[in-house]
């Protein structure tokens, strides 16, 4: 028997169409010199690094930490929040493996860090400013390949705030619903489902609407086929809102 | 690769809580009944996080055989046993 090396995961496969050009949400573990790190790489970031272990719920930072680090997610689901005077959640972003994340790399807001949860299993490696300067002299070729990352990510906010701009209110929560798809890992399902943790309000938050309005859309692009709700819970049909948002833009 | 004889080392790495980890953990299990060519074992991810990351393992449930990533982020119990080494010992009874 000859074993097949399957590192044919979805998320790497799969190409986004809609906003024109394809495109697909780019990991660290997508850029060549990431994906073929040597033996001696993964032995010298281990060295370099901090290596630590979350379970679902459990915070790895919060606003009172020194925003100092850069953390490599290697395994599972990490969300970062910010809490309101109200006490109430705001879900800034939602990290899957191959994403990089921290203060070091992504800047903080007003000096302050967001606090960051694991959803479910989760591992990383972690780096202060000291760290990773031992890191850029080591590993100078998978620094090179965080550079293009960050750049990537710019890109893709640029193009998403572009989006918004030139998009109307249902269009706008289709792009929001799709990247919460792909957020969470969802990107090679024909149907994915949202579930109720993510609020109208944060959908709204992303997708610069206030609830009402997510609402009022919800409604019409349930009456158009594009998604359905059951309970709490939006199911989105995938093909469907991407090809919506191609006729959209 | 020619496995006559050969002794496989079967690990499956898996998350906590996760429905898909745990049917396809069972799965292998039972498959590996009977098998004295192999050796399973479950092992939890947080439980060898550096293993995890020499490993390159990105998505659970992920299945090492004898060293080696045979495949991340399986999808349910079928698309398992495609990954699995085939029975020579008892092939032909």
Redesign the interface.
């Given at each position: 028997?000859?074993?097949?090396?399957?590192?044919h995961?979805?998320l790497t496969i799969i190409q986004e169409r809609y906003g024109g050009a394809p495109r697909r949400r780019l990991r660290l573990?997508d850029f060549p010199m990431w994906k073929n790190?040597t033996?001696k790489e993964?032995?010298r970031?281990?060295q370099i690094a901090t290596?630590?272990?979350y379970?679902?719920g459990e915070v790895l930072f919060n606003p009172i930490d020194e925003p100092n680090r850069l953390y490599f997610l290697?395994?599972?689901q990490v969300m970062t929040y910010a809490v309101t005077p109200q006490g109430q959640k705001k879900i800034l972003h939602i990290f899957s493996?191959?994403d990089a994340f921290g203060a070091l790399l992504l800047g903080a807001v007003d000096g302050k860090l967001p606090w960051a949860e694991a959803l479910?299993?989760t591992?990383v490696?972690s780096m202060d400013d000291e760290t990773f300067k031992h890191f850029m002299m080591d590993c100078p070729n998978l620094c090179l390949d965080l550079f293009k990352y960050i750049s990537q990510i710019h890109v893709e906010a640029m193009r998403r705030l572009r989006g918004l701009l030139h998009t109307k209110a249902e269009g706008r929560v289709v792009m929001a619903l799709l990247e919460i798809g792909r957020r969470l890992?969802k990107e090679d399902q024909e149907e994915f489902t949202i579930s109720e943790f993510f609020t109208q309000e944060d959908i709204g938050d992303m997708a610069g609407l206030v609830r009402t309005t997510v609402s009022e859309s919800i409604a019409k692009l349930s009456k158009l086929g594009i998604l359905r709700k059951a309970g709490r819970k939006v199911i989105v049909h995938r093909h469907r809102a991407e090809d919506y948002l191609q006729e959209f833009t | 690769m020619n496995n006559t004889n050969l002794h496989h080392r079967i690990n499956l790495f898996v998350s906590t809580d996760d429905s898909i980890s745990e049917e396809v953990a069972e799965s292998l299990i039972a498959w590996g009944e009977g098998r004295s060519d192999c050796t399973i074992e479950i092992i939890p991810v947080l439980s060898r996080p550096e293993q995890v990351i020499r490993l390159q393992i990105f998505y659970t449930p992920a299945l090492v055989i004898n060293g080696t990533l045979i495949a991340g982020g399986i999808s349910s119990p079928s698309d398992l046993s495609q990954f699995l080494p085939a029975d020579t010992e008892n092939a032909g009874q």
């Open positions: 028997m000859t074993y097949q090396i399957n590192h995961h979805p573990h790190m033996e993964v032995g970031l281990l290596v630590k272990v379970s679902r290697q395994l599972g493996p191959g479910e299993d591992i490696c890992a | -």
